[in-house]
């Protein structure tokens, strides 16, 4: 009478089991699928009137090292990106050079996802030819302010020199240091000595001392 209710139980788990050992089957690739692209910077298609420094993508979940690239494409073929991959938990970046044409630009990428997988994909924009000129006057005007600095530079450089070029030559001994003022000295004291013996050496001084010492 007692096995009656266990075999019935039995038979109501084991099945109750086999269901959720599917369903965790079923779920456990879902956890390890790709990332995917949630948004970007610039946009796919978006039309741009100021060039952008850098190209950012923003993914569901965080990349991993190893093996990301970013390649940005030019009308004319030229490719424009500037050092490696920066990952920065879901975001990965890179710096472009001064995009100097007007037209449409491509941003290719191969980026590891969270399972160990690569996800290649790419998108695009465009920048107009106002975008292009605005860069390049900001490059002029700072090409500019860079020379401007160095010819001021230059000026208070030789502006400085210039006193003590014209001190040298109005004063020779300058160029004799320390030494110019021990040689003035040893002259002035040899100039005083020599007028002291020549005074007490004058006639006149000692034949006065002998008439007075006479009778």
């Keep these: 009478m007692t096995t009656r209710p266990v075999a019935c139980r039995c038979a109501v ?26 948004e970007s910077s610039p946009e796919d298609g978006e039309e741009l009137d100021s060039a952008p420094e850098e190209i950012t993508l923003t993914f569901n979940d965080d990349a991993l090292e190893g093996g990301n ?8 073929g030229e490719t424009y990106e500037e050092g490696g991959v920066r990952l920065d938990g879901e975001t990965a970046s890179t710096g472009l050079r001064p995009l100097d044409t007007a037209g449409e630009y491509t941003a290719a990428y191969r980026i590891v996802s969270t399972d ?15 975008g292009v000129a605005e860069d390049q006057a900001a490059d002029e005007e700072e090409d500019a302010e860079t020379t401007g600095d160095q010819d001021t530079a230059d000026q208070d450089g030789t502006a400085d020199e210039g006193p003590s070029e014209n001190t040298t030559a109005s004063d020779p001994m300058a160029r004799f240091g320390p030494v110019a ?35």
């Design 13 to 38: 788990l084991i099945p109750a089991l086999g269901a959720a050992l599917l369903l965790g089957l079923g779920s456990a690739p879902a956890a390890l699928a790709h990332n995917y692209l949630v």
């Design 69 to 76: 690239t970013i390649i940005v494409t030019g009308p004319s």
């Design 116 to 130: 160990g997988h690569p996800i290649e994909d790419e998108l695009a924009f465009s920048l107009s030819e106002d």
């Design 181 to 215: 003022g021990v040689i003035a000295a040893i002259a002035i004291a040899a100039l005083i000595i020599v007028l002291l013996v020549r005074m007490r050496n004058r006639p006149g001084q000692g034949g006065g001392s002998d008439q007075a010492d006479g009778p």
